[in-house]
Each structure stands twice: as structure tokens, then as C-alpha cells.
């Protein structure tokens, strides 16, 4: 074991989690990593659920804390693992809510069109047929590398499949995207 301290950022990135101050470090891990991993999670499937699966995330850290080995993945992408294996439950839902957004829009007028374009809301439910029609596989890789900020190396430990994978699916995902984007 290091000799840092348990909340040093060395330590923090990939920590014995079976040590001796285990409800001291999680505080600490769930002060650094709460934030974004809502963040991510909220853009993915919404505040309400976000909120949920942040708690459920950290729940199941704590109760599986001695099954996370630091040699193999940092805590971060161990933790993004976990709320993505949780994600999962609710693709179901999530691709059926996308699938409904994707009805078409009755905005007809020029100002209708201008604002349609400049709305981020309107951009995102042009894609969400698109997003939707992802393998999940493919879309868990997108959105933790476009919406979480991961790296492609973190989205392979979060995923557990090797970083060769991350990159060839995040390859097909951009040229899938690129062909269904809609043309402005």
C-alpha cells in the first residue's frame, strides 16, 4: 500500500477501498465523483431517474467495495461501470421515450424554423431516433465518452471490453450519426 494520505489525489484515483477508513473514503469519492456521474446521468435518462441511480450507484460501490481491484480500472470508470450496468435496466424505457419524441413536428412558419434550429432540445430529439436505434453497447460508449467526458481507455474499464472495442464502436456510432443527421 502507498504511503499517501487516503485523500490524496493519487490515492483517491485508484484507492484500496478495503482499508481501514472505508465510510471516510467513500465521502471523499462521493464528493469527487457524485457531481459528474449525476451530470452524465441526467443527460442520459433525466433528473428525476438521474438522482435514483446516482444513490443506487453508490449504494451497490459501498456493498461491492471489496470486489473493485485499483489495479484494474481507476475508480472513476469503475463507478461510471456501475451506473452504466444500471442504465441498462432502463433502456427499455429510455429507447421507448426516445421513440416518442421522435413523432414529427408541426412547425410550419419561418420563425418556427429558425427557433427549431437554435433549440438544443429540437437538435437533441432530431437525434433521438437515431440515438435510439443504437445498439446499446454502441450508445453506452458514445454517451460516456460525449456526455460523461471519459476517456476512451475509461469507457473501456467501465465497460470491461478492451479499448481496441471503445474505439472501433465509437468509429461506427460517428459514421451512423453522420449519415442520420439531419441537414441544416
Known amino acids: 500500500m502507498t504511503d499517501e494520505p487516503a485523500d490524496s489525489p493519487v490515492r483517491l484515483d485508484r484507492p484500496d477501498l478495503t482499508g481501514p477508513e472505508p ?3 467513500f465521502g471523499l469519492l462521493f464528493d469527487r465523483h457524485a457531481a459528474p456521474l449525476r451530470h452524465y446521468l441526467v443527460r442520459r435518462i433525466g433528473e428525476a431517474v438521474a438522482d435514483d ?3 443506487e450507484t453508490f449504494l451497490i460501490a459501498w456493498h461491492q467495495r471489496h470486489r473493485y481491484d485499483p489495479l484494474r480500472a481507476a475508480v472513476r470508470s469503475w463507478l461510471y461501470g456501475i451506473a452504466t450496468n ?6 427499455r424505457d429510455q429507447v421507448r421515450a426516445l421513440r416518442a419524441q ?4 408541426s412547425v410550419d412558419s419561418h420563425a418556427g424554423r429558425v427557433a427549431e434550429r437554435v433549440d438544443a432540445q429540437t437538435a437533441a430529439r432530431q437525434l433521438a431516433g437515431p ?8 450508445r ?5 465518452i ?3 467526458g471519459l476517456t476512451t481507455n475509461e469507457a473501456a474499464e467501465a465497460l470491461d471490453i478492451p479499448v481496441g472495442t471503445v474505439r ?8 451512423h450519426l453522420r449519415k442520420e443527421a439531419p441537414r441544416g
Not at 86 to 91: A, F, S, Y
Not at 131 to 138: N, Q
Not at 140 to 144: A, E, F, K, P, R
Request: glycine fraction near 4%; charged fraction near 25%.
Open 23 to 25: 465510510g471516510r473514503l
Open 53 to 55: 441511480l446516482v444513490s
Open 86 to 91: 444500471l442504465l441498462r435496466r432502463h433502456v
Open 102 to 105: 421522435q413523432a414529427p413536428d
Open 131 to 138: 440515438l435510439a436505434a443504437l445498439a446499446p453497447g454502441d
Open 140 to 144: 453506452d460508449v458514445l454517451l460516456l
Open 146 to 148: 460525449a456526455w460523461a
Open 168 to 175: 472501433s464502436r465509437l468509429h461506427r456510432v460517428r459514421r
